[in-house]
């Protein structure tokens, strides 16, 4: 079955730098756009950012673009996502996803997600 399991959350600070990994199982990882979603307290799931198969295109939210990096290593099934200039709106517990879209509510479902990591970001 699919696995999808992150690590590499933990409390920062404002500023701060971390990157997020994310192991994947149990389907062929290469054949898959791959993403990073995000939950905040009390708030619904944001896409965070989304990469093609072959790391020739990647997709960032106007919050994070320029900030964080996303990217994917097809040989070792894993997924990464690198955060610089972290702010305290970016505190989430953040999930590596596949297979989301928008439903009709306009509200982003993902088919698989893991089960997160969490970042905090405080000083």
């Known amino acids: 079955q699919v696995r999808l399991v992150e690590s590499g959350g933990e409390l920062v600070q404002p500023g701060g730098s971390l990157r997020l990994s994310c192991t994947a199982s149990?389907?062929?990882?290469?054949?898959?756009?791959m993403y990073w979603v995000r939950q905040a307290p009390g708030k619904g799931l944001e896409w965070v950012s989304a990469?093609?198969?072959?790391?020739?295109?990647?997709y960032y939210a106007d919050s994070v673009n320029g900030r964080f990096a996303i990217s994917r290593d097809n040989a070792k099934n894993t997924l990464y996502l690198q955060m610089t200039s972290l702010k305290s709106e970016d505190t989430a517990v953040y999930y590596c996803?596949?297979?989301?879209?928008?439903?009709?509510?306009?509200?982003?479902?993902?088919?698989?997600r893991g089960q997160g990591t969490q970042v905090t970001v405080s000083s």
């Open positions: 996803a596949r297979e989301c879209t928008y439903n009709s509510a306009y509200n982003l479902v993902c088919r698989y």
């Open positions: 149990g389907f062929t990882f290469r054949n898959y756009w």
């Open positions: 990469i093609n198969t072959g790391s020739t295109a990647t």
